[in-house]
């Protein structure tokens, strides 16, 4: 109706335009039905997805409250060692201090050690040349050569002296000295009968040649003196005269020698040991600072 009052024309339908238009109808139905199917099927699987996102994200929630004490529990402990290793970075720079010190320590007794011990080997070797020259010289002596000393009725007077000399060393009786004049020299009485007697011991080489000279003191030097600042107190004027006297001359000589040498140096070697103590106790001391700070770095503890 409405139709023929706006356009003025009737519009018949035959059964074969209804059934194109039926079939039209069927066609854009099924159309529109598959479009909102997929639409259908694309919103429920967004539903689906977004119930699995949400079963997800409670599940993640859970498992993150989870990792969260973990992480709690992690983040307490490091903050323990963190204290733990700040304390004991402490120590251990303290333990090292400390060891620095000992070591200073130990180097400087070791360096005043080693400048005192090159003195005292020095101070030694001065008296080595004289020990050696009197060594060697009565390994030059033979029995045979005591014998004819022993012989002379009447020696000369710088053998006298000599004899006087080791006389003194040997600490044998003697007479008090004095001065006497004897074929125009000025001498000091001999005490050559003692001299002679002591020639007569069979031992008497061994024992000079083993002479205890660490034993001399500076009474026996003091007493010595006399006779070896004597002018005649030569190993030239021995040679002069007998060759088998000069010997014992070096000999008597190298004792004193090696006494006022030793009287200063044996002090010294003396404090030298104490030191050489001192400096062991000390390396072991440091010995057990430098372990101490191996632990502490190694395994610190608090």
């Known amino acids: 109706m409405d139709y023929f009052n706006q356009y003025r024309r009737n519009v ?13 109808y069927q066609e854009v139905y099924t ?25 997800d994200v409670s599940k993640m929630k859970h498992e993150l409250a989870a990792s969260e004490v973990v992480l709690a529990e992690a983040t307490r402990k490091s903050a323990e060692l963190l204290k733990e290793i700040t304390a004991n970075t402490a120590v251990a720079e303290k333990t090292k201090a400390s060891v620095k010190v000992i ?10 050690i080693g400048h005192e011990k090159a003195e005292v080997e020095k101070d030694l070797e001065e008296a080595k040349p004289a020990l050696l020259e009197a060594e060697n010289a009565l390994n030059a002596i033979k029995a045979e050569d005591i014998k004819n000393l022993k012989a002379l009725k009447n020696p000369p007077v710088v ?11 040997r600490r044998k009786p003697m007479l008090r000295c004095q001065v006497v004049e004897e074929k125009g020299t000025q001498c000091y009485k001999d005490n050559y009968p003692q001299a002679s007697a002591m020639m007569s011991e069979s031992t008497f080489l061994a024992q000079l040649q083993s ?15 006399p006779y070896v600042e004597h002018s005649l107190f030569s190993a030239e004027a021995a040679a002069k005269a007998s060759g088998l006297a000069v010997g014992l001359c070096k000999w008597v000589r190298a004792m004193v020698t090696y006494h006022m040498i030793a009287k200063v140096v044996i002090p010294k070697m003396d404090a030298l040991k104490l ?22 770095q190694v395994n610190p503890r608090p």
């Open 159 to 169: 053998i006298k002296i000599i004899f006087d000399g080791v006389l003194l060393l």
């Open 31 to 55: 159309d529109k039905h598959s479009g909102i199917k997929v639409l259908a099927d694309k919103i429920n699987n967004g539903l689906t997805k977004l119930l699995e996102a949400q079963e």
């Open 211 to 225: 002479f205890p000279k660490e034993t001399i003191t500076d009474e026996d030097c003091e007493l010595l003196m």
């Open 103 to 112: 070591a200073d320590a130990a180097n400087e007794t070791a360096t005043t």
């Open 12 to 24: 018949y339908v035959t059964p074969k335009s209804y059934l194109s238009f039926l079939r039209s």
């Open 275 to 296: 030191k050489e103590g001192e400096l062991a106790v000390a390396n072991r001391k440091l010995d057990g600072a430098n372990a101490e700070l191996a632990a502490a």
